[in-house]
């Protein structure tokens, strides 16, 4: 959505805002109306109004309130601090998934400023032991071993909890634990060897190829052997190197130039038969353009009408006779109402 589009909006803010009866589908579409219209003049308002949509019982819309929280804070640098606490504070929320959507989401506000906020990366640790959504614990795991070296202490015990239920956990968060042993062996191989030779045991028998084949990848760069060849010397530029935050977008980007309610902004792809949207005008066009001949058999006289009203025959008719339209609309009632007393009695 444009300056220019935004404008046009902001006004009318209050008028977007959710109700409870209204469908998933229009909720998401008025929380991206919010999101974009979010700037530094109402953005306290737009994050109060999210606070009581996190509490609603319908869990797609709650997940897209905390994405939407999550992208306010990317847009607007003023509020990060404060989106950021907010979602922290949800962690403590007795409902999974919306922990769950919350990491996530902190975990992307993290990697913009993660010098600064240690202590959220610590609270965020303590939570492996109860949070089970494996997108969620994968998520922790990315955490801690991406930024290990500010939790020292943590890290390793984090591993060490990881070994034991390694053969329980979701193929995505083995791979997370494979990726924290790894950047844990580097970094502080006195505390994790032992744990880290461990891992990889256990994930050489996986019934993944693909964890099987990461676990002899990561032996052969971070255990330098005979055979490893002369990758392992980069083994620390390939693990630790610094990765860019990520940008939290849309679910609905790119659709803006599709025509709203269209298959084909549905579809979020151009569908067959489809007409673009003209470009907005520079100018305002000449108001003549909106005068639309009406053709001349759809001309009809008033005295016309009313004659093709006058002779109009009636529903309930029976007479296909030259009596009029009155009488065969009374005798025709009559005899329906007759009809129904004779039953009513039988």
Known sequence: MTIKRRGMFEPYLKSF???????????????????????ETNISTILREFQTYIKSMDKDFVAA???????????????????????????SNRDELVVAESVVVIKKLLQMQPEKHSDIIKHMAKLTDNIQVPM??????????????????????????????FTNEEDIVKLQILNLAAKLYLTNSKQTKLLTQYVLNLAKYDQNYDIRDRARFI???????????????????????????????????????????SLSHLLN??????????????????????????????????????????????????????????????????????HHIIFYHM
């Open 17 to 39: 805002y959710i109700r409870s009866t209204d469908p998933t589908q229009i909720k998401i579409l008025k929380l991206e109306v919010l999101t974009n219209l979010a700037n």
């Open 65 to 91: 309130t905390i994405q939407a929280i999550g992208r306010c804070a990317t847009n607007i640098g003023e509020v990060r601090d404060t989106c950021l606490n907010g979602l922290v504070q949800l962690l």
């Open 136 to 165: 969620a614990r994968a998520s922790i795991l990315w955490l801690i071993g991406e930024y290990c070296e500010h939790v020292p202490k943590i890290a390793p015990d984090v591993l060490r909890k990881m070994a034991k239920s």
């Open 219 to 261: 032996r052969q760069l971070i255990v330098p052997t005979e055979k490893s060849g002369a990758l392992s010397k980069y083994a620390k530029k390939l693990f630790l190197a610094l990765k860019p935050a990520p940008v939290l977008e849309s679910p609905f980007k790119d659709r803006d130039h599709f025509q709203l309610g």
């Open 269 to 338: 792809a151009k569908a067959g038969g489809y007409q673009e949207l003209p470009d907005w005008p520079e100018t305002a066009p000449d108001p003549s353009v909106r005068n639309v001949e009406v053709p001349e058999w759809t001309k009809c006289s008033s005295r016309e009408k009313r004659k093709e009203k006058k002779v109009e025959k009636p529903f309930y008719s029976d007479s296909e006779g030259d009596s009029g339209p009155t009488e065969s609309a009374d005798s025709g009632n009559m005899e329906l109402w007759h």
